[in-house]
Protein backbone atom coordinates (compact mmCIF):
# COMPACT_ATOMS: atom_id res chain seq x y z
CA UNK A 1 0.00 0.00 0.00
CA UNK A 2 2.51 2.35 1.36
CA UNK A 3 4.76 1.63 -1.56
CA UNK A 4 1.93 2.23 -4.12
CA UNK A 5 1.23 5.48 -2.43
CA UNK A 6 4.97 6.07 -2.75
CA UNK A 7 4.59 5.57 -6.58
CA UNK A 8 1.94 7.91 -7.03
CA UNK A 9 3.66 10.67 -5.30
CA UNK A 10 6.80 10.48 -7.35
CA UNK A 11 4.21 10.11 -10.31
CA UNK A 12 2.73 13.07 -9.00
CA UNK A 13 6.05 15.45 -8.64
CA UNK A 14 7.40 14.20 -12.02
CA UNK A 15 4.20 15.45 -13.38
CA UNK A 16 4.03 18.92 -11.46
CA UNK A 17 7.89 19.34 -12.78
CA UNK A 18 6.59 18.72 -16.34
CA UNK A 19 3.91 20.47 -15.98
CA UNK A 20 5.75 23.93 -14.82
CA UNK A 21 8.53 23.59 -17.40
CA UNK A 22 11.64 25.46 -16.48
CA UNK A 23 10.31 26.73 -13.40
CA UNK A 24 12.10 30.38 -13.72
CA UNK A 25 10.45 31.55 -16.51
CA UNK A 26 7.35 32.27 -14.58
CA UNK A 27 5.88 36.09 -15.23
CA UNK A 28 3.65 37.20 -12.11
CA UNK A 29 1.37 40.00 -13.45
CA UNK A 30 -0.71 41.52 -10.63
CA UNK A 31 -4.22 43.09 -11.64
CA UNK A 32 -6.39 45.27 -9.28
CA UNK A 33 -9.90 46.07 -9.77
CA UNK A 34 -12.54 48.01 -7.75
CA UNK A 35 -15.77 45.30 -7.50
CA UNK A 36 -16.59 43.01 -5.21
CA UNK A 37 -15.31 39.18 -5.68
CA UNK A 38 -18.59 37.86 -6.34
CA UNK A 39 -19.61 40.56 -8.85
CA UNK A 40 -20.13 39.04 -12.39
CA UNK A 41 -16.87 41.55 -14.03
CA UNK A 42 -15.09 39.76 -10.74
CA UNK A 43 -15.43 36.32 -11.70
CA UNK A 44 -15.25 36.93 -15.27
CA UNK A 45 -11.50 38.19 -14.56
CA UNK A 46 -11.00 35.55 -12.58
CA UNK A 47 -12.08 32.90 -15.81
CA UNK A 48 -9.64 35.34 -17.62
CA UNK A 49 -6.58 34.75 -15.01
CA UNK A 50 -7.01 30.94 -15.33
CA UNK A 51 -6.95 30.86 -18.70
CA UNK A 52 -4.00 32.57 -18.84
CA UNK A 53 -2.22 30.55 -16.84
CA UNK A 54 -3.66 27.55 -18.36
CA UNK A 55 -3.26 28.42 -21.99
CA UNK A 56 0.77 29.83 -21.57
CA UNK A 57 1.47 26.77 -19.73
CA UNK A 58 2.06 28.94 -16.50
CA UNK A 59 4.58 31.09 -17.92
CA UNK A 60 2.05 34.23 -16.76
CA UNK A 61 0.38 33.84 -13.68
CA UNK A 62 -2.05 36.77 -12.92
CA UNK A 63 -3.45 37.93 -9.25
CA UNK A 64 -6.80 39.42 -8.70
CA UNK A 65 -7.01 41.69 -6.67
CA UNK A 66 -10.84 42.73 -6.57
CA UNK A 67 -12.48 45.29 -4.28
CA UNK A 68 -10.61 48.34 -4.77
CA UNK A 69 -8.12 46.66 -2.04
CA UNK A 70 -5.06 47.78 -3.96
CA UNK A 71 -5.87 50.66 -5.95
CA UNK A 72 -8.93 52.92 -5.41
CA UNK A 73 -11.29 52.73 -8.77
CA UNK A 74 -9.62 56.23 -9.81
CA UNK A 75 -6.33 55.24 -9.33
CA UNK A 76 -6.18 52.10 -11.13
CA UNK A 77 -5.23 53.12 -14.56
CA UNK A 78 -2.48 55.30 -13.91
CA UNK A 79 -1.40 52.65 -11.63
CA UNK A 80 -1.05 50.52 -14.66
CA UNK A 81 0.69 53.13 -16.95
CA UNK A 82 3.37 53.49 -14.60
CA UNK A 83 3.88 50.31 -13.82
CA UNK A 84 2.94 49.90 -10.02
CA UNK A 85 0.46 46.88 -11.48
CA UNK A 86 0.70 45.57 -14.66
CA UNK A 87 -2.79 44.82 -15.67
CA UNK A 88 -5.96 46.50 -14.24
CA UNK A 89 -9.95 46.34 -14.85
CA UNK A 90 -11.81 50.17 -14.11
CA UNK A 91 -15.08 51.70 -15.53
CA UNK A 92 -13.95 53.23 -18.64
CA UNK A 93 -16.31 56.34 -18.33
CA UNK A 94 -14.48 57.16 -14.82
CA UNK A 95 -11.57 58.76 -17.45
CA UNK A 96 -13.80 61.03 -19.72
CA UNK A 97 -11.68 63.89 -18.18
CA UNK A 98 -8.77 62.86 -19.83
CA UNK A 99 -10.43 61.96 -23.26
CA UNK A 100 -14.26 62.20 -24.26
CA UNK A 101 -13.57 59.13 -25.92
CA UNK A 102 -13.64 57.03 -22.42
CA UNK A 103 -17.42 58.57 -21.72
CA UNK A 104 -18.84 57.70 -25.21
CA UNK A 105 -20.84 54.82 -23.42
CA UNK A 106 -22.39 56.93 -20.77
CA UNK A 107 -24.39 59.37 -23.36
CA UNK A 108 -27.67 58.79 -22.23
CA UNK A 109 -30.06 56.62 -24.14
CA UNK A 110 -27.91 56.83 -26.91
CA UNK A 111 -27.47 53.25 -27.21
CA UNK A 112 -29.61 51.42 -24.32
CA UNK A 113 -29.61 47.88 -25.35
CA UNK A 114 -26.73 45.15 -25.72
CA UNK A 115 -27.03 45.29 -29.28
CA UNK A 116 -26.64 48.99 -29.64
CA UNK A 117 -23.79 48.83 -26.90
CA UNK A 118 -22.25 46.24 -28.96
CA UNK A 119 -22.58 48.35 -32.05
CA UNK A 120 -21.17 51.48 -30.21
CA UNK A 121 -18.49 49.51 -29.09
CA UNK A 122 -17.56 48.47 -32.55
CA UNK A 123 -17.22 51.99 -33.42
CA UNK A 124 -15.30 53.55 -30.60
CA UNK A 125 -12.77 50.87 -30.32
CA UNK A 126 -10.47 51.95 -32.22
CA UNK A 127 -10.33 55.18 -30.77
CA UNK A 128 -10.22 53.85 -27.21
CA UNK A 129 -7.26 51.70 -28.62
CA UNK A 130 -5.35 54.19 -29.92
CA UNK A 131 -6.01 56.58 -26.76
CA UNK A 132 -5.08 53.90 -24.62
CA UNK A 133 -2.10 52.80 -26.61
CA UNK A 134 -1.21 56.95 -26.53
CA UNK A 135 -0.75 56.01 -22.53
CA UNK A 136 1.11 53.04 -22.38
CA UNK A 137 -1.67 50.79 -22.01
CA UNK A 138 -2.85 47.87 -24.09
CA UNK A 139 -6.64 46.85 -24.04
CA UNK A 140 -7.51 43.14 -23.73
CA UNK A 141 -11.08 43.19 -23.17
CA UNK A 142 -14.29 45.50 -22.30
CA UNK A 143 -17.84 44.38 -20.55
CA UNK A 144 -20.66 46.50 -19.96
CA UNK A 145 -22.76 46.78 -16.98
CA UNK A 146 -26.75 46.07 -17.17
CA UNK A 147 -28.63 48.85 -18.32
CA UNK A 148 -28.86 51.94 -15.82
CA UNK A 149 -31.79 53.06 -14.13
CA UNK A 150 -32.73 55.33 -11.36
CA UNK A 151 -32.71 54.19 -7.40
CA UNK A 152 -34.24 56.31 -4.87
CA UNK A 153 -35.30 56.44 -1.43
CA UNK A 154 -38.90 58.00 -2.15
CA UNK A 155 -40.83 57.63 -4.68
CA UNK A 156 -40.33 59.60 -8.20
CA UNK A 157 -42.58 59.69 -10.61
CA UNK A 158 -40.59 62.95 -12.25
CA UNK A 159 -37.84 64.51 -12.57
CA UNK A 160 -38.67 67.19 -10.24
CA UNK A 161 -39.23 64.52 -7.53
CA UNK A 162 -35.33 64.38 -7.32
CA UNK A 163 -35.03 67.98 -5.95
CA UNK A 164 -33.10 67.96 -3.19
CA UNK A 165 -32.16 64.28 -3.08
CA UNK A 166 -28.58 63.48 -1.89
CA UNK A 167 -27.35 62.28 -5.43
CA UNK A 168 -24.87 59.34 -6.01
CA UNK A 169 -22.62 60.29 -8.99
CA UNK A 170 -19.67 57.12 -10.17
CA UNK A 171 -18.09 59.76 -12.39
CA UNK A 172 -18.36 62.89 -14.33
CA UNK A 173 -21.78 62.08 -16.05
CA UNK A 174 -23.66 60.94 -13.17
CA UNK A 175 -22.32 64.33 -11.45
CA UNK A 176 -24.03 66.09 -13.88
CA UNK A 177 -27.31 64.31 -13.95
CA UNK A 178 -27.41 64.98 -10.30
CA UNK A 179 -26.84 68.82 -11.22
CA UNK A 180 -29.77 69.01 -13.85
CA UNK A 181 -31.99 67.37 -11.69
CA UNK A 182 -31.56 69.67 -8.55
CA UNK A 183 -29.97 67.33 -6.70
CA UNK A 184 -27.18 67.41 -4.67
CA UNK A 185 -24.62 64.99 -6.01
CA UNK A 186 -21.61 63.76 -4.40
CA UNK A 187 -18.95 61.22 -5.99
CA UNK A 188 -18.80 57.99 -4.00
CA UNK A 189 -17.00 54.60 -5.74
CA UNK A 190 -18.75 51.30 -5.79
CA UNK A 191 -16.27 50.35 -2.44
CA UNK A 192 -17.66 53.08 -0.22
CA UNK A 193 -21.04 52.81 -1.51
CA UNK A 194 -22.89 50.69 1.24
CA UNK A 195 -21.53 52.82 3.51
CA UNK A 196 -22.64 55.89 1.89
CA UNK A 197 -26.01 54.34 1.57
CA UNK A 198 -26.48 53.23 5.02
CA UNK A 199 -25.29 56.70 6.49
CA UNK A 200 -27.73 58.23 4.67
CA UNK A 201 -25.05 60.33 2.75
CA UNK A 202 -27.14 58.84 -0.32
CA UNK A 203 -31.00 59.07 -1.33
CA UNK A 204 -31.04 58.43 -4.80
CA UNK A 205 -28.87 57.13 -7.61
CA UNK A 206 -28.34 55.85 -11.08
CA UNK A 207 -26.31 52.61 -11.61
CA UNK A 208 -27.78 48.89 -12.33
CA UNK A 209 -29.39 46.45 -11.19
CA UNK A 210 -26.31 44.60 -10.36
CA UNK A 211 -24.89 47.22 -8.28
CA UNK A 212 -27.80 47.30 -6.72
CA UNK A 213 -27.67 43.71 -6.05
CA UNK A 214 -24.28 43.67 -4.87
CA UNK A 215 -24.23 46.30 -2.15
CA UNK A 216 -27.88 45.12 -0.70
CA UNK A 217 -29.19 48.37 -1.91
CA UNK A 218 -33.01 46.97 -0.43
CA UNK A 219 -31.57 47.48 3.39
CA UNK A 220 -32.01 51.40 2.67
CA UNK A 221 -33.40 52.11 -0.66
CA UNK A 222 -37.11 50.98 -1.63
CA UNK A 223 -37.96 52.35 -5.26
CA UNK A 224 -36.23 50.61 -8.74
CA UNK A 225 -36.73 52.27 -12.37
CA UNK A 226 -35.94 50.74 -15.32
CA UNK A 227 -35.24 53.61 -17.17
CA UNK A 228 -32.39 51.63 -19.57
CA UNK A 229 -30.60 55.20 -19.62
CA UNK A 230 -27.42 53.72 -20.97
CA UNK A 231 -25.02 50.37 -21.03
CA UNK A 232 -21.36 51.62 -19.27
CA UNK A 233 -18.28 49.28 -19.93
CA UNK A 234 -15.27 48.08 -17.73
CA UNK A 235 -12.15 47.92 -19.35
CA UNK A 236 -9.56 45.68 -18.83
CA UNK A 237 -5.94 46.35 -19.76
CA UNK A 238 -2.28 45.78 -19.41
CA UNK A 239 1.06 47.33 -19.17
CA UNK A 240 2.05 47.92 -23.00
CA UNK A 241 5.99 47.11 -21.61
CA UNK A 242 5.18 44.50 -19.54
CA UNK A 243 2.50 42.88 -22.09
CA UNK A 244 5.85 43.55 -24.92
CA UNK A 245 8.29 41.70 -21.93
CA UNK A 246 6.21 38.00 -22.33
CA UNK A 247 7.52 35.68 -25.63
CA UNK A 248 5.26 35.37 -28.56
CA UNK A 249 3.38 32.29 -27.24
CA UNK A 250 2.49 34.13 -23.87
CA UNK A 251 1.15 37.48 -25.70
CA UNK A 252 -1.07 34.81 -27.99
CA UNK A 253 -2.69 33.09 -24.20
CA UNK A 254 -3.27 36.60 -23.07
CA UNK A 255 -5.23 37.87 -26.20
CA UNK A 256 -6.83 34.67 -26.59
CA UNK A 257 -8.26 34.56 -23.62
CA UNK A 258 -9.45 37.82 -23.29
CA UNK A 259 -11.06 37.13 -26.64
CA UNK A 260 -13.40 34.71 -24.48
CA UNK A 261 -13.47 36.92 -22.06
CA UNK A 262 -15.07 39.80 -23.53
CA UNK A 263 -17.37 37.22 -25.41
CA UNK A 264 -18.21 35.20 -22.22
CA UNK A 265 -18.64 38.80 -20.41
CA UNK A 266 -20.75 39.97 -23.07
CA UNK A 267 -23.07 36.96 -22.46
CA UNK A 268 -23.30 36.43 -18.94
CA UNK A 269 -23.95 40.22 -18.42
CA UNK A 270 -26.91 39.96 -20.66
CA UNK A 271 -28.31 36.54 -19.23
CA UNK A 272 -28.00 37.96 -15.75
CA UNK A 273 -29.68 41.37 -16.16
CA UNK A 274 -32.95 40.33 -15.55
CA UNK A 275 -32.02 38.19 -12.66
CA UNK A 276 -30.91 40.93 -11.14
CA UNK A 277 -33.57 43.20 -11.15
CA UNK A 278 -35.90 39.97 -10.18
CA UNK A 279 -33.59 39.54 -7.05
CA UNK A 280 -34.58 43.28 -6.46
CA UNK A 281 -38.06 42.67 -6.42
CA UNK A 282 -37.44 39.25 -4.36
CA UNK A 283 -36.21 41.32 -2.35
CA UNK A 284 -38.93 43.55 -1.55
CA UNK A 285 -38.15 46.33 -3.75
CA UNK A 286 -40.58 48.03 -6.01
CA UNK A 287 -39.25 47.54 -9.15
CA UNK A 288 -41.00 49.60 -12.29
CA UNK A 289 -40.67 50.76 -15.49
CA UNK A 290 -40.46 54.54 -15.60
CA UNK A 291 -43.75 57.12 -15.78
CA UNK A 292 -43.69 58.47 -19.23
CA UNK A 293 -43.20 62.04 -17.23
CA UNK A 294 -39.75 60.66 -15.82
CA UNK A 295 -39.09 58.84 -18.50
CA UNK A 296 -39.31 62.09 -21.02
CA UNK A 297 -37.68 63.87 -18.09
CA UNK A 298 -34.53 62.17 -18.25
CA UNK A 299 -34.87 62.24 -22.28
CA UNK A 300 -34.47 66.41 -21.70
CA UNK A 301 -31.70 66.17 -19.42
CA UNK A 302 -29.98 63.68 -21.65
CA UNK A 303 -30.37 65.67 -24.55
CA UNK A 304 -28.55 68.18 -23.57
CA UNK A 305 -25.84 66.22 -21.71
CA UNK A 306 -25.64 64.13 -25.63
CA UNK A 307 -24.77 67.88 -27.12
CA UNK A 308 -22.03 68.61 -24.39
CA UNK A 309 -20.40 65.66 -24.84
CA UNK A 310 -20.87 65.90 -29.11
CA UNK A 311 -19.10 69.56 -28.44
CA UNK A 312 -15.93 68.37 -26.21
CA UNK A 313 -15.68 65.29 -28.79
CA UNK A 314 -15.91 67.19 -32.30
CA UNK A 315 -15.16 65.91 -35.38
CA UNK A 316 -14.17 62.86 -33.83
CA UNK A 317 -16.72 61.74 -31.89
CA UNK A 318 -19.19 62.58 -34.99
CA UNK A 319 -17.27 60.58 -37.33
CA UNK A 320 -17.31 57.70 -34.51
CA UNK A 321 -21.61 58.23 -34.15
CA UNK A 322 -21.96 58.19 -38.01
CA UNK A 323 -20.06 54.80 -37.98
CA UNK A 324 -22.48 53.86 -35.33
CA UNK A 325 -26.19 55.37 -37.01
CA UNK A 326 -25.07 53.53 -40.15
N1 LIG B 1 -22.12 49.88 -11.46
C1 LIG B 1 -20.97 50.69 -11.19
C2 LIG B 1 -20.77 51.50 -12.44
C3 LIG B 1 -21.93 51.23 -13.31
C4 LIG B 1 -22.69 50.15 -12.64
O1 LIG B 1 -23.68 49.59 -13.08
C5 LIG B 1 -21.19 51.61 -10.04
O2 LIG B 1 -22.32 51.86 -9.67
O3 LIG B 1 -20.20 52.12 -9.49
Redesign the pocket.
Known sequence: MSGLIRTLGSALVLGTLIAAGPAAAQTKWNLPSA?PVDNFHTENIAAFAKEVESLSGGKLAITLHPNAVLFKAPEIKRAVATGQAQAGEV?MSLHENEDPIFGIDVVPFLATSYDQSKKLWLASKPAVEKKLASQGLKLLYVVP??P?GLFSKTPVTKIDDLKGAKWRA?NVGTSRIGDAVGAQAVTV??AE?AQALATGVVTALI??A??GYDVKIWESIPYFYDVQAWL?KNMVFVNQAAFDALDKPTQEAVMKAAAAAEERGWKVSTEKSKWYMDQLTAKGMKVEAPSADLKAGFEKVGKQLAADWLKKAGPDGEAILGVYSK
Request: no cysteine; aromatic share 22%; proline share 14%.
Open positions: YLWPQYQQLTSATP
